[in-house]
């Protein structure tokens, strides 16, 4: 009982240091007045604690995975305010949806490439073989 309560603690106080340096880089952004959202430079900053070992990713790491598990219930109501638009979706629904495809598969080959790089980066593999 004493390490189901010390793990959800865990847990919270990770996804509390997450949630701080989202609004850490909310408040960079509107602070510098950039272009770029403040929930994306939260996590720049967090990738940068991370890398630098500023931060251990066991500070984070049970919180992320969590957030991780329940990041599909966010997209629900997104999901579902497309009804409000079925007229739109019947004159250009085809174009949205050649578009998410196009995207998807751009976003998916360019991560894959990413990776890629990085791996035989990280395995010392010349990469212009």
Do not use: C, H, W
């Not at 066991?58 to 409000?84: C, H, K, Q, T």
Request: aromatic residues 6%; hydrophobic residues 55%.
């Amino acid at each position: 009982m004493r390490s189901k309560l010390l793990l959800s603690v865990t847990i919270l106080l990770q996804i509390i240091l997450i949630s701080g340096f989202a609004m850490l880089g909310d408040m960079v952004s509107r602070g510098l007045q950039l272009p770029l959202p403040g929930n994306i430079i939260g996590l720049i900053l967090l990738y940068l604690a991370l890398k630098s070992r500023l931060l251990k990713v066991d500070y984070v790491e049970r919180g992320g995975r969590l957030l991780l598990l329940v990041m599909p219930l966010f997209f629900v109501p997104a999901l579902s305010g497309i009804m409000d638009y079925t007229v739109f979706m019947r004159q250009s629904g085809l174009q949205v949806l050649v578009i998410l495809i196009i995207s998807s598969l751009l976003t998916l080959t360019g991560s894959a490439f990413l990776v890629d790089r990085l791996a035989r980066r990280k395995e010392g593999i010349d990469v212009r073989e």
